[in-house]
């Protein structure tokens, strides 16, 4: 057991087989983070004293600068006995429910579409989470846990229902789309990341999403639905496709109270021309244009959640910053 | 100056190097205040992309870079001079009074 100190603070945890930031964040304390796999750099930390490992072998995330500096991934970091360090908490990463390690039993699968796969798994024990949060999911026989958002909404926590898509020659997509069959079990930590539906926003909400960015927009859609806080607010969610084959989410939406009335969706493809595109008579172009076209000057009043690959989701922030939509409005996970 | 404008004391020009930025909190305020040839610059502390603290950041010019993700922001005006930050930094209207540095909000 290794005891983390933050002196100015003016705090200690303990840390056991665990990294400095998941332990910081199952004792409720707001240790800044993202991604929670080495990548994004968020969870940045001094080390004053000590000694630290990396429990991913060199992190993407790290520079020469950290290492000039002393500064390491508060994901990452396995301390080796105990350690002083200095980060600036901030409530905006405290977690409403503590992130725990579990393990979840796949219960079911099915095809969403064509690369895109909807898993559910029961925990070993309950894990609740907020409408939006992510989990770490450890595949059998893969090394290192990946984050996958869930669709579901989190109320008692009893099962994390996950749609991922398949990454060609991905190892952690391969083990579950090819090996796991119901019955098997995978590790689960969380549930992390702060990029869910605020209920106390007064204001429409706008779901932006493309490919795997399904799953964390039907979690903020179905919350949204039933809360009575939201009860008058529309929902609006536009999902974008390469092709019509990848467009889904209306089946979704089609299932809640209010679909047609106050919830609607828009499904957009952004290849036109190929061949498998002939016949569909939707919306053409790509979400953040499609946001534009429809909601125009009205984006700025609403409450914008959006997920998908890097380049979309760097799209749709340029595209909120020029319609002024304030940065306390965006809701997305900061993985770059 | 508004009627409401309100002024917070935020430090001594002399706890400002030239060529520098200390980090000040003041009520729910995280601010960087920067020295940039005698002329005093506020910004928000943390930046608009991420958790990084720009009074930590390097100065060149009139440019702080965010030592988190080596994103940059125009000291004078908040605007973005390399990404990955997006949103502009908030900088506040600064007056220097008897040696000390105050904000108008």
């Not at chain 1, 909404?153 to 009893?158: Q, V």
């Not at chain 1, 020659?169 to 083990?175: E, H, L, P, R, Y």
């Not at chain 1, 927009?217 to 974008?240: C, E, Q, T």
């Not at chain 2, 010019?61 to 965010?66: F, I, T, W």
Request: net charge negative; glycine share 10%.
């Amino acid at each position: 057991m290794a005891k983390i100190t933050i002196p100015a603070a003016n705090i200690e945890f303990d840390c056991t087989n665990d990294t400095i930031m998941r332990a910081a964040t199952r004792i409720g304390l707001g240790f800044p983070y993202e991604c929670n796999v080495g990548e994004c750099g968020n969870c940045r930390f001094e080390l004053i004293e000590g000694e630290v490992s990396y429990l991913r072998a060199n992190p993407p995330g790290v520079t020469e600068r950290d290492v000039q500096r002393k500064r390491y991934l508060g994901c990452q970091a396995l301390p080796q006995g105990d350690c002083t360090i200095k980060v600036s908490l901030r409530d905006h990463y405290k977690s409403k429910f503590l992130p725990k390690k579990t393990t979840g039993e796949l219960i079911e699968a099915f095809d969403v579409t064509h690369d895109i796969r909807e898993f559910r798994f029961r925990l070993s024990e309950n894990a609740k989470f907020i409408a939006g949060q992510y989990g770490l999911i450890t595949a059998p026989r893969v090394e290192g846990a990946r984050a996958y958002s869930m669709c579901n909404t989190g109320e008692d926590g009893a099962e994390w229902h996950f749609q991922i898509r398949r990454v060609p020659n991905g190892a952690a997509t391969t083990s579950l789309f090819d090996n796991l069959k119901v019955g098997d079990k995978v590790g689960l930590d969380g549930a992390y990341g702060m990029a869910y539906l605020r209920e106390d926003a007064p204001r429409d909400i706008l779901c932006l999403a493309g490919g795997s960015g399904l799953s964390p927009m039907v979690a903020i859609s179905r919350a949204a639905a039933k809360s009575p806080a939201l009860k008058d607010r529309n929902i609006h969610f536009i999902y974008g496709g390469r092709t019509p084959r990848d467009v889904c989410g209306e089946q979704f939406l089609k299932e809640l109270e209010g679909y047609g009335t106050r919830i609607h969706y828009i499904g957009a493809i952004s290849m036109p021309d190929d061949p498998s595109s002939a016949g569909w008579t939707g919306k053409v172009g790509f979400v953040h244009d499609i946001a534009e076209q429809v909601f125009g000057e009205k984006l700025g009043g609403m409450e914008v959640y959006f997920a998908g690959p890097p380049l979309m989701s760097q799209a749709v922030m340029k595209t909120l910053i020029k319609s002024k939509v304030p940065a306390a409005q965006m809701h997305f996970d900061q993985f770059y | 100056m508004s009627v409401s404008a309100q002024k917070i004391e935020l430090c001594k020009t002399s706890d400002v190097a030239e060529g520098s930025a200390i980090k000040v909190e003041t009520g729910d305020l995280s601010l960087a205040v920067f020295n940039l040839n005698g002329a005093f610059y506020v910004m928000d502390d943390t930046c608009s992309h991420g958790p990084g603290s720009l009074s930590e950041g390097p100065i060149c010019g009139d440019v702080v870079e965010c030592d988190f993700h080596n994103g940059a922001f125009n000291i004078k005006t908040g605007e973005i001079v390399e990404p990955p930050c997006m949103i502009p930094q908030k900088t506040y209207k600064v007056a220097v009074e008897s040696e000390t540095v105050f904000i108008e909000v």
